[in-house]
C-alpha cells in the first residue's frame, strides 16, 4: 500500500524560496507517476507538477520557472523545489500518487496529510 508523507512547509515571505519533501512508501510497480497539488484556502485542489517514472516532468503555468520536481536516486523522496514565491501560492501542499501507472488527479490519487506553506507579501 502505497503511503505518502510531506514536510518542509513553513512561513516565507514573498520572493523567497521552500523545498517540500514527500517520502514515498509501499510502490511496488516500476511505472509510477507522482505530482504535487496545491489547495489555496476556500478552493479545490489544483495539479502543480508532477513527474513520471521515465522522468518527464510537467507543471503548471502558473509555477512555471519557479518550481522544480525532483526525485531522490533511490526514488523514495520526491522534492518541490519553490523559488520566487508569491503570495498566492499560500496554501497547503499535497503529495500525491497516480493509482497503477496513471498520473494524480484531482479527483483519484492516493494523497500524502499535507504541508502547509504560507507566503507573506
Known amino acids: 500500500q502505497v503511503q505518502l508523507s510531506e514536510s518542509g512547509g513553513g512561513s516565507v515571505q514573498a520572493g523567497g524560496s521552500l523545498r517540500l519533501s514527500c517520502v514515498v512508501s509501499?510502490?511496488?510497480?516500476?511505472?509510477?507517476?507522482l505530482g504535487w497539488f496545491h489547495q489555496a484556502p476556500g478552493k479545490g485542489r489544483e495539479g502543480v507538477a508532477r513527474?513520471?517514472?521515465?522522468?518527464?516532468?510537467s507543471y503548471a503555468d502558473s509555477v512555471k520557472g519557479r518550481f522544480t520536481i525532483s526525485q531522490d536516486n533511490a526514488g523514495n523522496t520526491l522534492y518541490l523545489e519553490m523559488n520566487s514565491l508569491k503570495a498566492e501560492d499560500t496554501g497547503m501542499y499535497y503529495c500525491?500518487?497516480?493509482?497503477?501507472?496513471?498520473?494524480?488527479?484531482?479527483?483519484?490519487?492516493?494523497w500524502g496529510r499535507g504541508t502547509q506553506v504560507i507566503v507573506s507579501s
Open positions: 513527474l513520471a517514472s521515465d522522468g518527464s516532468t
Open positions: 509501499g510502490y511496488a510497480d516500476n511505472n509510477y507517476c
Open positions: 500525491a500518487a497516480g493509482i497503477g501507472s496513471f498520473c494524480p488527479r484531482s479527483d483519484l490519487a492516493i
